[in-house]
């Protein structure tokens, strides 16, 4: 058979676009051993650790568990949509893929829904996995089915506050200081940030903000749903709050090359 | 006369106080193989990424296959492949893999194992782009342009850095290409391949298009074409030159060394031979020059390095 080099153009259907778009980036994602590290070693390390962890950093009171594993979650889905996230597309923008894939008959918006589908193919397995250990080392999540369907609507929420985040540093910044900021914000949150310990801990005037930031929202609001006491409103109205505000800041700053 | 496939119409591109391109206008007839040349910094990628729809013209229009490539750029994307200068791949996506990925995303791709076989791309299917050599990240950069089978290809420096032999494989695979019917259009800094391949040249510099025609045409224009032999020293040149053409010089360089300046045809050649037969002299050496591509190039741009 030889080559049949006649045009025939022609976009395949959207839905194969879309499909292909995100097992690519999935590949991409799991070929990456860095990515792994963040996406589920260090979550693991923690929530293996959070067990003994009254013997570390006094988290208040209850059982260590409890207030560890959401803490975890949470950190699980900073990790994947932001830091991963930003960094892999801030070295697509560096690489020139993005600006190639905007040659292809792929639209902008099927790039980013195959990207946002990647990063909740992940977030599923890594929580399913994150969920199974903490409940095997003695985690007791309480309120019932209410509890898990406010945690998914949190971490919807929080994955599309912490996507719209990280797409905005990587669109706007050199892949360099992307990789740099995108690493420093994930350290600062993870220890600061409210993100794993309860706000409570905090002095009054560093939880009035840290009650104001994604991290804190959607850690606070994991915690307060699984100790079955409902979330509050106000953890949901901050994680929409940040998703408006920065994916507004994407569709008009993201440069695509 | 058929509608261009690309149309470019006064246009002007600034990047802060640079201007790139200033006022540039030019057409490509469909079918062809069409080379812009000129220096760095001539606005050659930036009039070509404005075609294929990166950036707004800031003024002026530009038009491709009658499309404007940013308004219907739904329509025109996946009839128009894309070459970029480098880059355009994951850097930890394999070869292969990454020409299969860009194929799906086309209705009725190549065949890419044949195109892979095609360009002598079997030995590195597996390794990852960011590990390919040059010419092995521009042999995967040409098969993911053309994969999708469009009908208007733009290559950005399509063989630079490529071996000797991959070089004649592209414009050989350029040249079937046209034979099919699809439209190239080229940006190249080596003058034997504009030569090779385009039926028509445009030659752009300070964003400005400064000549335009086929390949035989600039090349002829304001020739200074001669011939160079070498004989016995103290030839009577005056005599020779009343046997020529007129506007026909002979000038003794050096002692023995002669150049003919003047319209060089195979006309010229023989009667310049059958005046030295005639003195019965025979030549050491006999050079035709004719201007080439490069010489107009060098003329019109000048020959300041930038």
């Known amino acids: 058979m030889s080559l049949d080099l006649s045009p025939r153009p022609g976009a395949a259907p959207i839905a194969t676009m879309v499909r292909h778009q995100a097992q690519m980036e999935l590949r991409l994602l799991s070929r990456n051993g860095e990515q792994m590290l963040l996406t589920l070693v260090i979550p693991l390390v923690l929530i293996v650790l959070g067990g003994r962890s009254e013997q570390i950093v006094d988290l208040g009171p209850g059982r260590p568990m409890d207030i560890i594993t959401p803490g975890i979650l949470a950190l699980a889905v900073l990790s994947t949509s932001f830091t991963s996230l930003a960094i892999a597309t801030g070295f697509e923008r560096r690489y020139g893929v993005i600006k190639r894939l905007g040659a292809s008959p792929l639209p902008r918006w099927g790039l980013m829904v195959g990207k946002i589908a990647a990063i909740v193919v992940v977030e599923v397995v890594q929580l399913a996995i994150l969920i199974g250990v903490g409940l095997a080392l003695g985690w007791q999540p309480h309120g019932g089915a209410v509890a898990w369907i406010e945690a998914f609507c949190l971490i919807v929420l929080g994955t599309a506050a912490f996507g719209a985040m990280g797409l905005l540093i990587a669109g706007t910044l050199r892949a360099e200081a992307t990789l740099a900021v995108a690493n420093l914000v994930y350290v600062l949150l993870l220890v600061g940030g409210g993100l794993i310990v309860p706000l409570d801990r905090y002095p009054d005037q560093a939880r009035h903000v840290l009650e104001l930031l994604p991290s804190g929202a959607l850690g606070e609001g994991l915690r307060e749903t699984f100790a079955g006491a409902g979330a509050d409103p106000f953890s949901f109205v901050v994680l929409i709050i940040w998703a408006v505000c920065c994916g507004l800041g994407v569709s008009r700053l993201f440069k695509w090359e | ?306």
């Open chain 2, 1 to 306: 006369m058929s509608q261009p496939a690309v149309e470019v119409t006064d246009l002007v591109m600034r990047y802060g106080d640079t201007v790139a391109v200033d006022g540039l206008s030019l057409t490509v007839e469909p079918g062809t193989v069409t080379a812009i040349l000129g220096p760095n910094g001539a606005g050659k990628t930036t009039t070509i990424e404005t075609c294929e729809g990166f950036r707004a013209p800031q003024a002026g229009s530009v038009r491709a296959l009658g499309l404007d490539p940013i308004v219907d750029a739904k329509r025109l994307r996946p009839r128009v492949g894309v070459m970029l200068q480098s880059g355009g791949a994951w850097s930890g996506s394999r070869a292969h893999e990454m020409l299969r990925h860009m194929a799906s995303l086309h209705a009725y791709p190549l065949d890419v194992d044949l195109l892979i076989e095609r360009l002598g791309m079997q030995s590195f299917g597996r390794t990852p782009y960011r590990r390919l050599s040059g010419g092995q990240q521009q042999r995967l950069s040409l098969a993911m342009a053309i994969v999708g089978r469009p009908d208007l290809l733009f290559l950005d420096e399509p063989t630079a850095g490529l071996d000797p032999q991959a070089r004649r494989a592209t414009w050989d695979l350029i040249g079937e290409l046209k034979g099919h019917g699809v439209t190239t259009v080229l940006t190249t800094h080596f003058m034997d391949e504009a030569e090779t391949l385009s039926d028509h040249v445009h030659i752009v510099d300070g964003g400005r298009l400064i000549a335009s025609g086929t390949v035989a045409e600039l090349a002829v224009v304001g020739a200074e074409d001669s011939i160079r032999f070498t004989a016995r020293a103290g030839l009577d040149v005056v005599a020779l030159m009343a046997a020529l053409p007129v506007d026909t010089k002979v000038v003794e360089v050096a002692a023995g060394s002669y150049v003919v300046n003047g319209a060089v045809d195979p006309a010229l050649v023989a009667a310049v031979t059958a005046w030295l037969a005639g003195q019965g002299v025979l030549t050491d050496t006999m050079h035709v020059r004719r201007q080439t591509l490069e010489d107009r190039f060098l003329d019109l741009t000048g020959r300041t390095l930038r």
